[in-house]
């Protein structure tokens, strides 16, 4: 049998062969997160209007699209929710084993653009000192702040 098999999956060499392994295959959604920082090593939080009430600060996050590089999906979704642009950085985190979807973060530079918020989906967006981030701010997002966090010179 495993002879069989074999030979019909070098017939079908190609598109195929593909469609056979999506079909096969578990299909995940790509959670792009984003540590933004600006020139003064303060990171970029965002007050998410569906996230729990409790915890509503977080960093700006998003799905990555069909065909998209994840920085190209950090680079989006701040420019989205808050109208500024970013410079993607160093891959600072990726985490599997939730049910249906990865989670990548990435480290990103803010190099331009005025604020101005998505107000169906961002609150209010504001720039903190590491060390000061807003009660309600997400735990995993607080650990990725802290982890991230350039190193200080006397």
Request: aromatic content about 10%; cysteine-free; glycine content about 8%.
């Amino acid at each position: 049998m495993k002879r069989f098999v074999a030979r019909v999956w070098r017939l079908i060499r190609g598109p195929l062969q593909w469609r056979v392994l999506w079909f096969a295959h578990a299909k995940f959604m790509v959670g792009v997160t984003g540590v933004v920082r600006d020139d003064r090593g303060r990171v970029l939080l965002l007050k998410h209007r569906m996230w729990p009430p409790e915890r509503p600060w977080g960093l700006p996050t998003g799905y990555a699209v069909k065909s998209e590089e994840f920085p190209a999906t950090i680079v989006r979704e701040v420019r989205e929710e808050t109208g500024l642009d970013v410079k993607p950085g160093r891959l600072v985190s990726l985490t599997s084993g939730y049910k249906l979807r990865v989670e990548v973060a990435y480290e990103a530079l803010h190099v331009g653009g005025s604020l101005r918020i998505d107000t169906f989906e961002i609150l209010e967006a504001a720039w903190f000192e590491p060390d000061s981030l807003p009660e309600g701010t997400q735990d995993s997002h607080r650990r990725l702040i802290t982890e991230t966090a350039p190193p200080t010179h006397p």
